[in-house]
Nanobody, 126 residues
């Protein structure tokens, strides 16, 4: 059974930084693309970033490009989402997720991800 556990959320000031982590277990981590989504109150869950199985390619939603770096350490079965120049609109619950199948590149649709963590709250003060 796949388990994903996010950490690293918290309160940051606008312009500041946070680094989220996601520890994975349950199947061969290095075989699967991974992603991050976020959801804020009253809004639909939205795609943030995705990364290929080997970390060789990443893809970001336009609103975070240039401010967010998605990486993975396959030896540690861990993902990292470094967020810089935080904006108040970045405040949300952030979820890491694992693709349901191998070889799917860096999907942006939530339906491509079969496994989700419980989420970590990011709050950004003005």
């Amino acid at each position: 059974q796949v388990q994903l556990q996010e950490s690293g959320g918290g309160l940051a000031q606008a312009g500041g930084s946070l680094r989220l982590s996601c520890a994975a277990s349950g199947r061969t981590f290095s075989s699967y693309s991974m992603g991050w989504f976020r959801q804020s109150p009253g809004k639909e869950r939205e795609f943030v970033a995705a990364i290929t199985w080997d970390g060789g390619r990443t893809f970001y939603t336009d609103s975070v490009k240039g401010r967010v770096t998605f990486s993975r350490d396959n030896d540690k079965n861990t993902l990292y989402l470094k967020m810089d120049s935080l904006k108040t609109e970045d405040a949300a619950v952030y979820y890491c997720n694992q693709a349901g199948t191998t070889g799917c590149g860096f999907p942006t649709q939530s339906t491509a991800y079969d496994y989700w963590g419980q989420g970590t709250q990011v709050t950004v003060s003005a």
